[in-house]
């Protein structure tokens, strides 16, 4: 009966995760399938073609949106990733100085803040900024400003766990052996905190990448990334070629997931090997 009862649960249990994964992943199966359809008929799979990513070329908005978003995602995603660095290293090596309270807080504020207050208070910062000085104009500079400030919450999130895990004594031997401080942090710590960084940065990058709410109010005159594109024209009606954008941009975080998962793997290895 205890052996029946078992079986039943794990069968219940492998049930339900294969629903649940249905349910996240058949509308993305939907969507790549139906960029390759023939017609622009919903919900009709009329015959394979490849019609709608040549039209997708053939866009100026949608490309000119795309290499905005992948400059936009490549510095913002790098700026987040060095100001988390340094922010995790602040708060997990020093835990008593004046402010940590509060520091650690607003590090942490974009994790929790609706993304639409984030992005009007920006906009009239940047508003209140421009008035002032005369700079700087609403455009790339203001977006990256932008996703760098919710990237960098995450990416400090990411990289102050691994440094906590971190083995202190091979610093502390490092210094013994008379490295100063910053050799340390640059020959030590960074390289044993390297998979947290990447994961920070592709983490970072993907936000950027895929941000519609902060691009609205941080962007200018002729300045829209691509999700902003996607959306625009989802609003007036079904067209293709979004599929077709959507599919690439899923193809594309996929594959920066896959590559870093296997670059975990193989330090894996190796830490293994040496072992």
């Not at 050799?183 to 592709?202: E, G, H, K, R, S």
């Not at 999700?227 to 007036?236: C, E, K, M």
């Amino acid at each position: 009966m205890q052996g029946f009862t078992r079986w039943m649960e794990q069968r219940i249990g492998r049930m339900w995760l294969l629903l649940v994964f249905l349910f996240l992943y058949a509308p993305l199966a939907f969507l790549i399938v139906f960029s390759f359809n023939s017609t622009r008929q919903d919900g009709i799979f009329t015959g394979f073609s490849m019609r709608w990513y040549t039209a997708l070329l053939e866009d100026s908005r949608l490309v000119q949106g795309f290499f905005l978003s992948l400059r936009v995602a490549l510095i913002s995603a790098t700026l987040s990733t060095i100001l988390g660095t340094f922010a995790a290293f602040v708060l997990v090596r020093y835990k008593r100085f004046r402010g940590r309270a509060m520091f650690s807080g607003m590090v942490g504020a974009p994790l929790v803040m609706p993304e639409v207050i984030i992005g009007l208070s920006l906009l009239l910062l940047m508003v209140s900024v421009q008035r002032m000085l005369g700079w700087p104009d609403r455009g790339m500079l203001t977006i990256v400003l932008g996703h760098t400030l919710l990237g960098m919450a995450y990416a400090t999130v990411v990289i102050q766990s691994r440094l906590r895990e971190m083995d202190r004594s091979i610093e502390e031997a490092a210094m013994d052996l008379g490295c100063r401080p910053l050799q340390v942090f640059f020959l030590v710590t960074l390289p044993n905190i390297a998979a947290a960084l990447m994961a920070a940065w592709l983490l970072a990058f993907t936000l950027s990448f895929d941000d519609v709410v902060i691009s609205e109010f941080l962007s200018g005159p002729g300045v829209t990334t691509l999700p902003q594109v996607i959306f625009s024209y989802a609003r007036r009606g079904v067209n293709p070629s979004i599929y077709a954008a959507a599919t690439i941009l899923i193809c594309s975080i996929t594959l920066g997931v896959l590559a870093y998962g296997l670059y975990v793997w193989r330090k894996q290895q190796r830490q293994e090997q040496r072992k």
